[in-house]
Every structure is written in structure tokens, then in C-alpha cells.
């Protein structure tokens, strides 16, 4: 079965402080992806990042950094100088490739980020 | 920059009664998806669509609950007799250009159902 944890659920910082956010997840499927959402106060999701499971590159946008390590099943997040915008909630999600499965995403319950100024 | 649209932004429903959730996906993908998400809860798969005909479906996604790709650019959900418990965050999103189903899903801003 697949699965998605994300064992933080509320994380404070102080403004320009940086913050990393766990996510770990489970699959049998050799191929798969992963991606983490952004859900700001006003509710809607929106796309960060996808990562397939054939590249552990780490990626770079910005303030936003991803560290795929598929040895320890992980993929978390890294926010450099966090800013009171940043403040959401962060799911993690996981997709497979099973066979009439079309890619559902699997979410984690989040992680509650708030930066205070 | 295209993007998913829902409609209402919120909807308020007596128990029992119909409600229809209306989403406009990106207009070139190929693949439908509802979630829901309950109140501080984690976001959940409801169903997924495609070639005009459901692909999966999870255990939430009852016989209270049917979707519908009326005409060419509208995808619909209904719930025929709300429960209290249907109160949630409905998410549409859609993805896969022609080729592949593993392409982002992008999502609408939701419609949030209140069953009084």
C-alpha cells in the first residue's frame, strides 16, 4: 500500500529563519512521483514541485530546495530565509504507476508552517 | 495561464438533498480527479476520470456519488442525498497531456460544501 507521513504538524519560525519539512512515504511501485503542494490560508492547492523516482537530483527554486533520497524513502523541503508569505500548509504527495490506478495522489495530513515577523 | 475553475465557491445544503459541484478542467488535459478534504484533514482521492468513463474510484466514492463529463469542457459531481458528514473542501484537478497520465495534477480553488 502506499502511504505519505509527514510527522510535523505545526512548525513556528521567526522570519528569515530556515525550516526543512519531513516527508517520508511508502510504495512498492518501481516508478513513481512525488510532489509537495502549498495550501495557503486562503485554501487552494497549489503545485510546487514533481519529482520522478528515477532522478534523486536535488532541486533548487529560489528560497525553495527539495532532497530526494530514495535510500531512506524521503523527500523533504527546505525554505532559506523563510518569509511571513511562506506561512500554509505543506502537503506531500505521492503518485504510482499501478496499472487502472491514473495517478491518484496520495497526501500526507501536512505540515502547518508559520513564520512570524 | 490556464488554470482550473470551480463553481460555487461555496455551497450551503439541508441534509438529503442534491447538490452538483461544477469544475472546468485545463482544456487540453485528458485526466479528471475530485479529492476532498474535511475540515484540518488531510486531502483524500475520490475518483478519477478519463475517455469518459470512471478509471478508479476509492471506498469514500459510494453510490451517493456520481460524476459526469456533460459536454466538452464541464466535469461534474453530484451527491444525491447529502449527510452531514459530505461537509468538506471539494478539489478538482486535472492533468495528462496525450501521451502520458503521470503529468501534474493541477487543481481548481475548491468548492466548499456545508450540509446543515
Known amino acids: 500500500a502506499q502511504k505519505v507521513t509527514q510527522a510535523q504538524t505545526e512548525i513556528s519560525v521567526v522570519e528569515k529563519e530556515d525550516v526543512t519539512l519531513d516527508c517520508v512515504y511508502e510504495?512498492?511501485?518501481?516508478?513513481?512521483?512525488l510532489f509537495w503542494y502549498k495550501q495557503p490560508p486562503s485554501g487552494e492547492l497549489v503545485f510546487l514541485i514533481r519529482?520522478?523516482?528515477?532522478?534523486?537530483q536535488n532541486e533548487i527554486s529560489g528560497r525553495y530546495s527539495w532532497n530526494f533520497q530514495k535510500s531512506t524513502s524521503s523527500f523533504n523541503f527546505t525554505i532559506t530565509a523563510s518569509q511571513v508569505v511562506d506561512s500554509a500548509v505543506y502537503f506531500c504527495?505521492?503518485?504510482?504507476?499501478?496499472?487502472?490506478?491514473?495517478?491518484?495522489?496520495?497526501f500526507g495530513a501536512g505540515t502547518r508552517l508559520a513564520v512570524h515577523p | 495561464e490556464p488554470e482550473v475553475t470551480q463553481t460555487p465557491s461555496h455551497q450551503v445544503t439541508q441534509m438529503g438533498q442534491e447538490v452538483i459541484l461544477r469544475c472546468v478542467p485545463i482544456?487540453?488535459?485528458?485526466?479528471f480527479y475530485w479529492y476532498r478534504q474535511i475540515l484540518g484533514q488531510k486531502v483524500e482521492f475520490l475518483v478519477s476520470?478519463?475517455?469518459?468513463?470512471?478509471?478508479?474510484k476509492s471506498e469514500i466514492f459510494d453510490d451517493q456519488f456520481s460524476v459526469e463529463r456533460p459536454d466538452g469542457s464541464n466535469f461534474t459531481l453530484k451527491i444525491r442525498s447529502t449527510k452531514l458528514e459530505d461537509s468538506a473542501m471539494y478539489f478538482c484537478?486535472?492533468?495528462?497531456?496525450?501521451?502520458?497520465?503521470?503529468?501534474?495534477?493541477?487543481f481548481g480553488p475548491g468548492t466548499r460544501l456545508t450540509v446543515l
Open positions: 484537478a486535472s492533468s495528462g497531456l496525450a501521451g502520458g497520465n503521470t503529468d501534474t495534477q493541477y
Open positions: 510504495t512498492r511501485d518501481t516508478t513513481y512521483y
Open positions: 519529482r520522478n523516482s528515477f532522478d534523486e
Open positions: 504527495a505521492l503518485s504510482g504507476n499501478s496499472p487502472g490506478g491514473y495517478n491518484k495522489l496520495i
Open positions: 482544456s487540453n488535459h485528458l485526466y
Open positions: 476520470f478519463y475517455n469518459n468513463e470512471i478509471s478508479e
